[in-house]
């Protein structure tokens, strides 16, 4: 079984940037789909980016597309989330999360394995 553990969270100003990681351990997740979602107190968790076992394929939602950018190094069994152009809607704990299939996916219930989630705190 794959344990995800995310780190790279935080307090940023708005405007910033910050860069997520989420190593795996347990196992390889060379061969399989990653993604990335987030959930802000009274919220529902939202997907923000998922990449297929190559990263080939890449897929973000409208909020974040042009700001966050998805990458692997499979060699590392690490899975990262760059951010910029921060802003307090950001604001969130975030997940990585693993599915048992090569492709992407957007979402949640696609996904078989998660962390336990880095904070992020963007303030204005």
């Known amino acids: 079984q794959v344990h995800l553990a995310e780190s790279g969270g935080g307090l940023v100003q708005a405007g910033g940037s910050l860069r997520l990681s989420c190593a795996a351990s347990?196992?390889?997740?060379?061969?399989?789909?990653m993604g990335w979602f987030r959930q802000a107190p009274g919220k529902e968790r939202e997907f923000v980016a998922g990449?297929?076992?190559?990263?080939?394929?890449?897929y973000y939602p409208d909020s974040v597309k042009g700001r966050f950018t998805i990458s692997r190094d499979n060699a590392k069994n690490t899975v990262y989330l760059a951010m910029n152009s921060l802003n307090p809607d950001d604001s969130a704990v975030y997940y990585c999360?693993?599915?048992?299939?090569?492709?992407?996916?957007?979402?949640?219930?696609?996904?078989?394995?998660w962390g336990r989630g880095t904070q992020l705190t963007v303030s204005s």
């Open positions: 990449i297929s076992w190559s990263g080939t394929n890449i």
């Open positions: 999360a693993e599915r048992r299939d090569p492709s992407l996916a957007a979402v949640e219930g696609s996904y078989d394995y």
């Open positions: 347990g196992r390889t997740i060379s061969s399989y789909g």
